[in-house]
T-cell receptor, first 116, second 109 residues
Framework: DVKVTQSSRYLVKRTGEKVFLECVQD?????MFWYRQDPGLGLRLIYF???????EKGDIPEGYSVSREKKERFSLILESASTNQTSMYLC???????????????FGDGTRLSIL | GQNIDQPTEMTATEGAIVQINCTYQ??????LFWYQQHAGEAPTFLSY??LDGLEEKGRFSSFLSRSKGYSYLLLKELQMKDSASYLC??????????WGAGTKLIIKP
């Protein structure tokens, strides 16, 4: 089974701090994604990456950056945390390439981040 | 703009059948996914539809009508463990997933 592991289930940080969320997948997937999930809203894509050192902005990249130095690891960085970034953060990974269009994204258990 | 609509919450009885609807307006269409998400857990893949019609997988079935921009997830013989949120997501012309807000399904004994 695919395993996507996020470094923390719960995290509390203060306004202005730099916050790192880590995600590791063990299935050699090319694609990796960071979402945030808020009540009443769908999953919103922050950033994604289709290869090492490659990154693409999603729908809500402001206030975030990412790093993909190794294929299995995708990090989300909150440069200067603000209270409106309190949310559930979900990492996902998937295959890429011909015949992969129907391949689902596999999710980690999420990090519930609170910014005080 | 792109939009996915699902009911916010539904209630059903153990042993019964429930249908969760999803309507979409997206720029292009490359398939529709259904995911299940238990509270505090990761979403898990249930089904993928790209052609019109019904796909059955055990107690769960998913239906798609591309001309109507409509899908439903049908859950039969409901069990208490089916209490969860069900997320509908459409793969658009850029191969990006557009997500609905999810439907919270409450199962009562």
């Amino acid at each position: 089974d695919v395993k996507v592991t996020q470094s923390s289930r719960y995290l509390v940080k203060r306004t202005g701090e730099k916050v790192f969320l880590e995600c590791v997948q063990d299935m050699d997937h090319e694609n990796m994604f960071w979402y945030r999930q808020d009540p009443g809203l769908g999953l919103r894509l922050i950033y994604f990456s289709y290869d090492v050192k490659m990154k693409e902005k999603g729908d809500i990249p402001e206030g975030y950056s990412v790093s993909r130095e190794k294929k299995e690891r995708f990090s989300l960085i909150l440069e200067s945390a603000s209270t409106n970034q309190t949310s559930m953060y979900l990492c996902a990974s998937s295959f890429i390439g011909q015949g992969a269009i129907n391949q689902p994204q596999h999710f980690g258990d999420g990090t519930r981040l609170s910014i005080l | 703009g792109q939009n996915i609509d699902q009911p916010t919450e539904m209630t059903a009885t153990e042993g019964a059948i429930v249908q969760i609807n999803c309507t979409y307006q997206t720029s292009g269409f490359n398939g529709l996914f259904w995911y299940q998400q238990h509270a505090g857990e990761a979403p898990t893949f249930l089904s993928y539809n790209v052609l019109d019609g019904l796909e059955e997988k055990g107690r769960f079935s998913s239906f798609l009508s591309r001309s109507k921009g409509y899908s439903y997830l049908l859950l039969k013989e409901l069990q208490m463990k089916d209490s969860a949120s069900y997320l509908c997501a459409v793969l658009d012309s850029n191969y990006q997933l557009i997500w609905g807000a999810g439907t919270k399904l409450i199962i009562k004994p």
